[in-house]
T-cell receptor, first 115, second 112 residues
Framework: DAGVIQSPRHEVTEMGQEVTLRCKPI?????LFWYRQTMMRGLELLIY????????DSGMPEDRFSAKMPNASFSTLKIQPSEPRDSAVYFC?????????????FGSGTRLTVV | AQTVTQSQPEMSVQEAETVTLSCTYD???????LFWYKQPPSRQMILVIR??????QNATENRFSVNFQKAAKSFSLKISDSQLGDAAMYFC?????????FGKGTKLTVNP
């Protein structure tokens, strides 16, 4: 099992540009989560999907952020336009279900820097 | 909303010694799960140990154990025989009926 795969590992972009982060969950996992990690706010849940359907996007900070899960093996988090305050590490995680008692399996994260 | 508090931003321990990291949480739910995650400099989030709230017995995984006090809403992590590889950020997390909520983390330094 390759685990949760995120790409790119690092992304540096200029303010105003569109940024797309990608995630491939573990095969067979039905739930997918996007988290953002910053020094000030820690780990925040942005959005999560169950069976490819968005369940809770209350953590998405602004309309500039959007997420999709077109199929069970792929999800994207897009920021358009990007701003310097979006600089953070973005994690994708997956689990067998959102009610699992086994926690979530995390990807290695994407470090986003917006200059 | 559930909250998780880690009151120790930083801790240090001598190699081979024991250290305890604190965590408290706030919830009105009776059925939930608690977790400790480790994040080394590689930034990978690694599940260390988990505890079901309905179980009175404290979870143990090799050198890692927890002290779960349900009434006090406390969930501390004890690391025995600390090793240099234990140096990392440690996050306490809560999951009830909904999403996984994390504390702000404790940075653990292991001194040789």
């Amino acid at each position: 099992d390759a685990g949760v795969i995120q790409s790119p590992r690092h992304e540096v972009t200029e303010m105003g540009q569109e940024v797309t982060l990608r995630c491939k969950p573990i095969s067979g996992h039905n739930s997918l989560f996007w988290y953002r990690q910053t020094m000030m706010r820690g780990l925040e849940l942005l959005i999560y999907f169950n069976n490819n359907v968005p369940i809770d996007d209350s953590g998405m900070p602004e309309d500039r952020f959007s997420a999709k899960m077109p199929n069970a093996s792929f999800s994207t988090l897009k920021i358009q336009p990007s701003e310097p305050r979006d600089s953070a590490v973005y994690f994708c995680a997956s689990s067998l279900s959102r009610y699992t008692n086994y926690g979530y399996t995390f990807g290695s994260g994407t470090r986003l820097t917006v200059v | 909303a559930q909250t998780v508090t880690q009151s120790q931003p930083e801790m240090s321990v001598q190699e081979a010694e024991t250290v305890t990291l604190s965590c408290t949480y706030d919830t009105s739910e009776s059925d939930y799960y608690l977790f400790w995650y480790k994040q080394p400099p590689s930034r990978q989030m690694i599940l260390v140990i988990r505890q079901e709230a309905y179980k009175q017995q404290n979870a143990t995984e090799n050198r890692f154990s927890v002290n779960f006090q349900k009434a006090a809403k406390s969930f501390s992590l004890k690391i025995s025989d600390s090793q240099l590889g234990d140096a990392a950020m440690y996050f306490c997390a809560y999951r009830g009926s909904e999403k996984l909520v994390f504390g702000k983390g404790t940075k653990l330094t292991v001194n040789p």
